[in-house]
């Protein structure tokens, strides 16, 4: 991944640009940059907009932004989790099977980037999901 810290091409664009118009008034040629040259440096921006702008903000990490990713199924068996349900519980109480129940769990932790429930119930209790109490 590219690190950068702009916010989305357009704002990488106006930079480069600036940087370009900068570089051509303070230049030592007496001698405009010529046609060529200016395409040139266009399809250089238009590369480095490819390259770049597929590593612009590729995966929020804004817990909300998380939550929004969810199927309304796997919010219905974070509930049920972080309520301390068990597997087969969920399955009952949902009508699916434990395997399927089991593949939403598996789906949470991916999704939510957790390393195990206690995180899924941190997690649900950060987002107003469940309480402390």
């Known amino acids: 991944m590219i690190p950068t810290p702009y916010n989305d091409s357009n704002e990488l ?14 230049s030592t040629s007496p001698a ?15 590369v480095l907009e490819e390259v770049v702008g597929l590593q612009i903000n590729p995966e929020p990490d804004d817990e909300a932004d998380k939550f929004g990713k969810l199927t309304e199924r796997e919010r219905e068996v974070l509930q049920l989790v972080t309520e ?4 087969k519980e969920i399955g009952e109480k949902l ?5 399927t ?3 939403h769990r598996q789906h949470l932790i991916q999704k939510l980037k957790a ?4 995180d899924l119930v941190r997690y649900a209790i950060r ?3 469940i309480s402390a109490d």
């Open 13 to 26: 664009r106006r930079r480069v640009e600036a940087h370009l118009q900068v570089q051509q008034e303070t």
């Open 32 to 46: 405009p940059a010529s046609e060529s040259d200016l395409r040139r440096l266009q399809n250089e921006l238009e």
């Open 84 to 87: 301390g349900y068990s597997t």
């Open 95 to 99: 009508c699916l099977s434990v395997p």
């Open 101 to 103: 129940i089991h593949t």
């Open 115 to 118: 390393r195990n429930i206690a």
């Open 127 to 129: 987002q107003g999901i």
